[in-house]
């Protein structure tokens, strides 16, 4: 099942304004009204771990593992927010998704704002579509000798994903537009294909990984490339299918 055992974080990155964990996928980043049974976040874990408030400065879907970054005062919480929302923020993902994709291309794609609550529904808040691009390429295929639906075999791309922007569940909803939904996916993917990973796999996850994360720090001006590995899950998957990217 969703490693969300009461264990340590694993620290990726940290110094005195910025610190990085690799999140596990079915963790929380902060509470949220749409999950009110979930009592344990990401923000209050790490922030009990080190001994010091930590600040959000983007978020992962609770079922994306991989890089997940935070910061450690409150003017950096405006510096790094300002840097993600001027795409100065370079992230890769890596997914397992259904079918052979392209050898890359890019999905532009406008995405409706997808809103959480009633109370924001009630707000009025828009939900005219917005600008939504990812870019991504192809690692690997596979054919496994399992009927889905009406396909005597079952296909699936190993693929990096680039977001250029960052529309709740683009990545997701991208997949899905183009017929390659990702593989887990409960809410836009395909439940033949999550049935056949739990049942010859024993996978329970959404088999999205936030892998990389590459900035220039703000204040040391360095640039930062920030790696998270792949949990005993999605390795083991990479292992079988004979995957080395």
Not at 43 to 69: A, F, M
Request: proline share 5%; glycine share 4%; with cysteine.
């Amino acid at each position: 099942m969703e490693n969300t055992q009461q264990e340590p974080l694993e620290i990726l990155y940290r110094d005195e304004d910025l610190i990085a964990i690799n999140k596990p996928s079915g963790l929380l980043v902060h509470k949220s009204p749409i999950d009110k049974h979930e009592t344990r976040f990401a923000l209050q874990v790490l922030r009990d771990q080190i001994g010091q408030y930590v600040y959000p400065v983007h978020r992962l879907d609770k079922p994306t593992s991989g890089v997940l970054l935070f910061a450690l005062n409150r003017e950096m919480v405006t510096t790094m927010s300002q840097l993600f929302r001027d795409n100065q923020i370079d992230k890769e993902y890596i997914a397992i998704v259904r079918g052979y994709t392209q050898s890359e291309g890019l999905i532009s794609h406008p995405l409706k704002q997808m809103l959480d609550t009633k109370a924001q529904k009630e707000k009025g808040m828009s939900k005219e579509a917005q600008e939504a691009q990812t870019a991504f390429s192809c690692l690997a295929t596979i054919e496994l000798p399992y009927p889905v639906s009406r396909y005597p075999v079952a296909r699936y791309s190993l693929v990096k994903l680039r977001p250029k922007t960052g529309r709740k569940h683009q990545l997701r909803r991208h997949m899905k537009h183009i017929f390659h939904p990702i593989v887990g996916d409960t809410k836009h993917g395909r439940g033949e294909h999550n049935i056949l990973f739990r049942e010859k796999f024993d996978c329970h996850r959404l088999l999205l990984h936030a892998q990389k994360m590459d900035f220039v720090h703000p204040v040391s001006k360095k640039k930062l490339s920030i790696v998270a590995p792949f949990d005993q899950a999605f390795k083991g998957l990479l292992k079988k299918f004979d995957w080395h990217f």
